[in-house]
């Protein structure tokens, strides 16, 4: 098990010469700069963790004239909320990130989708902006960047749902394939990143990916952001390096009486104590889009459990059988064994239906509500029971 | 060319085919509920969920295109571990109660629950925790919502065949439902009543509205005299839902079945049909010398055709200013209503008050039609209950009749004879044909210049038709139109009819006549016609249709001696007086949501 402990870095918030930066990418070729990412490691930081460089090189083989870069600043995932900090923080970079990816791909328009909930961000977001379009116009770069807004749904996080919200629909996920690189926005390739992932890849650029991959393990490059939440005294935002254990974690951030962590929001793991120091966090153990949610023995993982629930059973898009009728009957069905209508045998019904809903459901949301339910049910079986 | 594995058989097909035609091609079936052969894919139900190897979860064999070397499972373990799960989850949010359900034992959901749900229940029931509504406001449908899957094969049916999308996703999570406009009741939205999303729900969630009861009181009132006509249509399609393949003609037995049904006279629409054909022509060639010739422009051309209700519902919503290019006549079902209690009456010598009068119809919306205030002509409602070909089947198994085993009769004569013309009515483009098969002799007292009377380019499939008659050696009163081209459209479907409405309220296009049916493949495609629907299936009953036409004795509408006998007696002339007070009509304008 490579484990590099924790270690705090400061890369996504560094500040830089992003007119530097911008020169630099618009001397390299299309493929040097998809090189460059590709050579780093870097996987998206939305939650999937798709390779970066690997959805580049896709969606730059595209031939279509016309094509998106999408930045997703939907920022659903409850106890996650450091997209708004780098959005607050680092726009240029962003906007940075983007304008690259166009290069890199032969794209000249971007989107922004920011969640509904920031759109106090705005005015300073569209000052930053007009003085970055004014700067990449004079390097030279065709690019431009148009902000489109959210409007509460977790779903339209999910990247087909969001291209359907921007085209004017209603936000449901799609049938992949066509998968974005191929068929995105507006039908035509799109490449869309997280905030986080575009921002990283401007200092992959700026720095190099043979420094880059100095940080982290052999597969969790890097560092990233963490939202950290819960039972803590030192909730908030944290760049780490990728590679440490959920002990090692706990022992920075934890309040002593730590007896599980939510890697990962409402989509990902609950981690026990007694895994906490063979559980990397990252992609070979738990992957996470920054949420760290910590709960110490006075929390009920019932009521934990019952909480993600209701947000799911409320936030599918309500379209596949397996996620809309399966988050309900997860919600309905704990219910009656914690009041003792139903036996307790009635779980291992439910977590064989969770395992359905993870490879019969049409998109992630529905596919990972297994992960939190199967993790807090099996770990923590007796609160749920009684 | 693909090749792949299917439960280890090889198979070859086109690249773009799903995983679930190149199983269908192998004899392999997968069940499914959100797909339809007419439809754009979903993939929302999961039920077709499938085994690939290597993949990271189960593949929707609907919306998934083959690739090469793939190697597909369609009932290991992982699968039908998956499809009973989600067979049971729609059953838990559903209300099952199939023996009170219209769809009982012609319902997808209730086939596959048969194959995967038998003994307990393994989910807890969700039906109380939903408040499930029924909208009976349409006088065409029911809206049920506690039968309904959340397929979406209504919504991507009005939006993509019909362009009106009267119905679509509200709300998300277990909250999502079907839902109109502001969830106003059916009948207060722009919805055509036409019935296609009806005919493609896989469950009872939308179904006709159903009269058979009023329908058998009517015949068991010996007080009454109930006449029945049908439309041309039925004929064609009925035999789907009495055990025959699509494309069976079973003219003389339906009319043989509603004699035995008890009703007191078995009519015919096409009748009527032929009397449109005499209405609305003489209707087309009087706009065409008030604006060409005289310069009157308080007519309005193209004139599109109206014996569509679906497309006359359509056009009120949402192309009201053109409502004057609408011909005046109303529906060969109207016009026969309106005769029925009036000209039969008088030559039956019947109190009209004790005529009922049942319509058997491929469509739903002509249930709405004949509840609209203007249709009441004859001092009374011109047509009291308008069956489905869907809801005749259901009387004649009721009856306990061997559908099979009957000899064909002939229709009553009064009001029952029709011509080839009359038929077609039923198909798209046959409105135009029939009219053109009229017109075009009266112009020019000769027939049409098409081999066999068949005006080939206005039939077929095609969205959109367009077709050029030049006219030639006209007679002395049409001489102002020797040598003119009279230009038409036929449109079917309101997805093409928009296009061709559209087209015409910008200016773009110079028709002088356009026939627009509001169904795909026009009548015999209807909103109340035999379910299942297909491309294939439409196609055969086309034929049968044009088999029909060619059978007939009298193909012209003009030349059916009982349209020349009561223009004799009772009407005088077509677009005359009386005609005018029966059988033409107005429309209204209507808000557009
Ligand atoms: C239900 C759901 C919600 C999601 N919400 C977000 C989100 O808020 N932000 C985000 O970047 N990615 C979100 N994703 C992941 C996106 O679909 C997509 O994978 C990601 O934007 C790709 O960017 P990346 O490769 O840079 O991570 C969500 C996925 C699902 C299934
Ligand atoms: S898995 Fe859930 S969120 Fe995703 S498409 Fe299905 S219902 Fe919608
Ligand atoms: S919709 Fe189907 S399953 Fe439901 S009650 Fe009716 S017949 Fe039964
Ligand atoms: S009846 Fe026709 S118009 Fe009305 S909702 Fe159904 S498909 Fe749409
Ligand atoms: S009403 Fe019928 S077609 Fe529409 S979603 Fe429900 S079950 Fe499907
Ligand atoms: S039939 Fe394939 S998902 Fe519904």
Known sequence: MENKGLTKVDLIFESIDVRKVMTKAFEMTSDEIIKEILDSGLKGRGGAGFPTGLKWKYTAAEKEPEKYIVCNADEGEPGTFKDREILDRAASKVYAGMAMAGKAMGSKKGFIYLRGEYRFLLPQLFVELHKFHKMIHEIGYDFNIEYRMGSGAYICGEESALFESIEGFRGEPRNKPPYPTVSGLFSKPTSINNVETLVTAVMIIDKGAKEYVKLGTKDSRGSKVFSISGDTPIPGIFELELGMTVQEFVNEFGDGDTKAVQVGGASGFCVPRKRFADTIIGFEGVPTGGSMKLFNSSRSMYNVLHNYLDFFAEESCGQCTPCRVGCQQLLKGVEKVKKGEAKSTYLTELVKLADTMKVASKCGLGQSVGNAFRSIVENFREEIIY | ???????????????????????????????????????????????????????????????????????????????????????????????????????????????????????????????????????????????????????????????????????????????????????????????????????????????????????????????????????????????????????????????????????????????????????????????????????????????????????????????????????????????????????????????????????????????????????????????????????????????????????????????????????????????????????????????????????????????????????????????????????????????????????????????????????????????????????????????????????MDLRKSHENPEVLAIYKEFLEKPNGHKSHELLHTHYIERESY
Not at chain 2, 234 to 246: K, S
Not at chain 2, 283 to 311: I, Q, Y
Not at chain 2, 368 to 385: H, L, N, T, V, W
């Open chain 2, 1 to 551: 060319m693909v090749t792949l594995k299917i439960n280890d058989q090889e198979v070859k097909v086109a690249a773009g085919t799903t995983v679930l035609d190149a199983a269908k091609k192998l004899g392999v079936n997968i069940p499914t509920l959100c797909n339809h052969p007419d439809l754009c894919v979903a993939g929302n139900c999961r039920v077709c969920v499938v085994e690939q190897t290597g993949a990271r979860t189960l593949i929707a064999a609907c919306a998934m295109p083959v690739s090469e070397g793939m190697d597909i499972h369609t009932n290991s373990l992982k699968v039908r571990n998956a499809r009973k799960h989600i067979v049971e989850l729609l059953l838990s949010e559903h209300r099952a109660d199939c023996t009170k359900c219209y769809k009982n034992q012609k319902c997808e959901l209730q086939t596959l629950a048969n194959e995967y749900s038998f003994g307990e229940h393994i989910f807890l029931d969700l039906v109380e925790d939903h408040p499930y509504a029924i909208d009976r406001s349409s006088p065409a449908f029911l809206k049920d919502d506690s039968k309904c899957i959340r397929c979406q094969r209504c919504v991507r049916t009005c939006a993509q065949l019909q362009h009106v999308s009267a119905i679509a996703v509200s709300h998300k999570g277990s909250h999502m439902k079907i839902s109109s406009f502001h969830d106003r009741p059916m009948s207060h939205v722009v919805c055509t009543n036409c019935g296609q999303c009806v005919n493609r729900c896989p469950t009872g969630a939308l179904t006709e509205k159903t009269y058979i009861d009023q329908v058998w009181d009517a015949i068991y009132d010996t007080d009454k005299h109930v006449v029945v006509q049908t439309a041309p249509a039925v004929r064609v399609a009925l035999g789907e839902d009495l055990g025959y393949d699509p494309g069976e003609r079973v003219t003389g037995k339906m009319v043989t079945a509603l004699r035995q049904l008890g009703f007191d006279s078995v009519l015919d629409t096409d009748f009527t049909a032929d009397l449109t054909i005499m209405e609305e022509g003489t209707e087309l060639l009087t706009r065409l010398k008030k604006v060409l010739v005289e310069n009157d422009h308080s007519m309005a051309l193209p004139m599109f055709t109206s014996c569509s209700p679906g497309w006359i519902k359509f056009i009120e919503h949402k192309y009201p200013k053109m409502l004057p290019n609408l011909s005046t006549c109303k529906s060969p079902q109207q016009m026969f209503g309106a005769l029925a209690k009036t000209f039969y009456a008088q030559k039956r010598n019947i109190d009209p008050s004790k005529i009922v009068s049942v319509s058997i119809m491929p469509c739903t919306a002509k249930k709405y039609e004949a509840d609209r205030p203007e249709m009441r002509s004859s001092g009374y409602k011109d047509i009291d209950f308008v069956l489905t070909t869907r809801e005749l089947a259901v009387m004649i198994k009721q009856a306990g009749i061997d559908f099979r085993t009957l000899e064909p009769t002939h229709y009553d004569s009064l009001m029952g004879t029709s011509t080839g013309a009359g038929v077609i009515f039923g198909a798209t483009g046959g409105v135009m044909e029939a009219a053109l098969r009229t017109a075009y002799e009266i112009v020019t007292g000769k027939p049409v210049p098409f081999n066999n009377l068949n005006i080939t380019p206005v039939r077929g499939m095609d969205g959109v038709k367009e077709a050029t008659i030049k006219i030639e050696g006209t007679v002395d009163e049409w001489k102002f139109l020797e040598g003119a081209e009279l230009k038409v459209a036929i449109a079917h479907g309101l997805v093409n009819a928009n296009k061709v409405a559209k087209a015409v309220s910008k200016g773009k296009v110079n028709y002088h006549f356009i026939e627009i049916m509001a169904c795909p493949g026009g009548c015999l495609g209807g909103g109340g016609q035999p379910i299942p629907t297909s491309a294939e299936i439409r196609q055969k009953r086309m034929e049968a249709i044009y088999s029909e036409d060619m059978h």
